[in-house]
Structure formats: C-alpha cells, structure tokens
C-alpha cells in the first residue's frame, strides 16, 4: 500500500476539521504536550506513550504487563499526572473485595437509609496495580465498570465520571501469587502492551534524574479534563472509510478460522481496533484512518484476546506466540489500496 496516494484519497473524500469543537491539529497539539511530560519521567520507550495516548484518546483501557520493577506503575501514573482529572490507584491484593474497588451501600442509622460509599473506580483514570493479583471474583468487579462505565450496587446504577479510564498492570502469570485474568476481563482492555528493559542509556539518565528526587513529584499537568473529554470526542469523529472497515472485519474473522486459534477475537475487539485506529490518525494531525493506522495496532489490541490451541500453547510462550499468528495474519489478508 502506497500512504501517500491513501492519504490523498482519503482527503478527497473526507476534507475538514474532525469536529466543531476540536481540529486534529489541536488534537494533535494536546497530545504532544501529554507526550512530551510524560518523557520527562519515563525515557527511552517512545512505543509504549504512543500506545498509552492512542488508549487514552479511544476512550479506552490499557493493561501492561511485564515483571516488576520496569516503570509499568511509573507510566500509568505519569500519563495521570499529566491531566487534571481525578486519579485512583487501586493496589490489588488476594484479600481485596469487589466492595473495596466499586464502593458499598452503608446503612445510616440517623437517616435510615443506606447510602452509598464510592469506592476508587470513581475516578477519571483509575490505575489498578498488579491486577492479577486479586481473584478473579474481584477482578470481576470491573467488567461493568470498563464495558458500560458504570457500577450496579444493590439494584441501583451509579455513572462512572467522563472520561474514564482504566491503566492497569499485571506481573507474569508464571510469576508466584499471581491468577490468570479471566477472558471477560481480558477482552476489557483495549490493548495490552510489556514495557521491557531500558537500554543502557536510558537507565544511566534514570540514574542520574532520580539521584535527589523523583521527577514525578515535580510533573504538573499538562491539560485540563474537559480538554481531554474534547480530544476523546474528536477522536470518535474521525472518518473511517468502508474499504478500512471491511479490512478490520477480515483480519477479525481470520483470527477465528486460523488453525492455531482456539478463541479468536471478539466483536469487542473488532470495535476496539476501529476506536484505536481513529485515535491513532487524530494523533498524526489527520480526520481520516488509512489502513497502515490498523496494521500497526493490530498485535496490541488483539493479541492478548487470542487463545491459541494447546499445541500453540506447549510450542513457544502464549504472546510471543500470538504475536506470530497476528504477523501471519497481517501477511495475508490484503489492506485496501485505495481507502
């Protein structure tokens, strides 16, 4: 596919501002400036912002996993810093109880009524640390929460504030005290991403900026929370022609019939890649998806969906494995040409 004549085509076809209130060059403004403080904190993995804004800007949920102690926690709460919204942070723990994330009824005896508590999902970026280390049944108490933004307790639904978003971490599933999330939970998460090493050069800087202090304890935000439900909204708006759409939809059902796969990806996950290709364009300064948008957000957004039969599961590790069926994936189903 040549971008350059899909770019032009999709000006011809689509021209103007994403939205009334917000061009993609404010868009695109915005997101540098989230962009740029955050790399005053977290040096060296200009990947994982980028995939952290475009979650954010979708409207989306970020799981990252890796092991402990390579910055997970540090970019959630630094991509949190930099907005002016509410921010909760939730440290999962095997005792914690599905109350303890979403809130409780308590009855007042002055009153006598119940009346309900929030608990820290009410917030507009909620960062949930090390997340499967809780059991399922309270990892469960987000499946409302990240699906329909909101929270059901004893009959009576309570609206989660705008925007809202969850980042989430998650140790190794082979790493000691951890459960597995389960697959409602997983197909939650817009994208999920590992955060790796640094290289060298990075953990030297590391070094050196975190010798007196911690960075982060200096990071003001960047922008306000009505800017960012501004971004959000324009993001949605930005045009998705019908030869892309068709192309998210072939890679989707050519995750359900491949040998490999036993669980392929869901129409959530269809939904999702169109949300995060819109978000990722709207960043580049464009209105319009082109088809390269999808290709480079296929692995973060479905991999983590797939589950792969058992002889894909014994040959090599589940993601990296996943990772070669999606690549195989991207190989053979044709991106249009002209969209």
């Not at 971008?3 to 993609?24: E, F, I, K, L, W």
């Not at 996993?65 to 926690?73: H, I, L």
């Not at 059991?135 to 699906?147: D, I």
């Not at 971490?169 to 817009?190: I, K, W």
Request: proline share 5%; charged share 25%; net charge neutral.
């Amino acid at each position: 596919m040549n971008d350059t004549a899909a770019t032009a085509r999709a000006a011809q076809v689509r021209p103007g501002s994403v939205s009334a209130r917000m061009s993609a060059a404010q868009v695109r403004q915005g997101a540098d400036r989230i962009r740029d403080n955050v790399r005053r904190v977290v040096s060296g993995k200009p990947e994982q912002i980028e995939l952290a804004l475009i979650v954010l800007l979708a409207g989306g949920h970020l799981l990252v996993e890796d092991v402990p102690g390579v910055g997970k926690t540090v970019l959630a709460r630094t991509l949190a810093a930099s907005m002016s919204g509410s921010v909760n942070r939730i440290q999962f723990t095997p005792d914690l109880l599905p109350s303890d994330v979403t809130g409780v009824a308590i009855y007042d005896q002055s009153e006598r009524r119940f009346e309900f508590q929030p608990g820290p999902v009410f917030a507009n970026v909620v960062i949930g640390d090390e997340i499967n280390r809780a059991s399922p049944k309270t990892q469960s108490a987000l499946l409302e929460c990240m699906a329909e933004g909101q929270v059901s307790v004893d009959g009576v639904t309570h609206r989660l504030p705008a925007p809202f978003t969850v980042f989430a971490t998650q140790n190794p599933d082979e790493m000691e005290g951890t459960y597995a999330l389960p697959e409602a939970q997983r197909d939650r998460f817009m994208a999920r991403m590992s955060m790796g090493y640094p290289d060298r050069d990075a953990e030297l800087a590391m070094l050196d900026d975190r010798d007196a202090a911690d960075p982060l304890d200096r990071l003001e935000a960047v922008v306000a929370e009505d800017q960012v439900r501004a971004m959000i909204e324009a993001a949605s708006a930005v045009y998705v022609a019908a030869a892309v759409k068709q192309y998210v939809v072939d890679l989707a059902r050519a995750t359900r019939e491949h040998a490999d796969v036993r669980l392929g990806a869901s129409p959530r996950a269809t939904l999702h890649l169109v949300r995060a290709a819109r978000a990722a364009a709207v960043i580049a300064g464009r209105d319009y998806v082109v088809p390269a948008d999808v290709a480079r957000l296929l692995e973060p957004v479905f991999a983590h969906r797939l589950v792969l039969n058992a002889r894909s599961q014994r040959s090599a590790a589940s993601s990296s494995e996943s990772a070669r069926v999606l690549a195989s994936i991207r190989q053979r189903v044709a991106a249009p040409s002209g969209a």
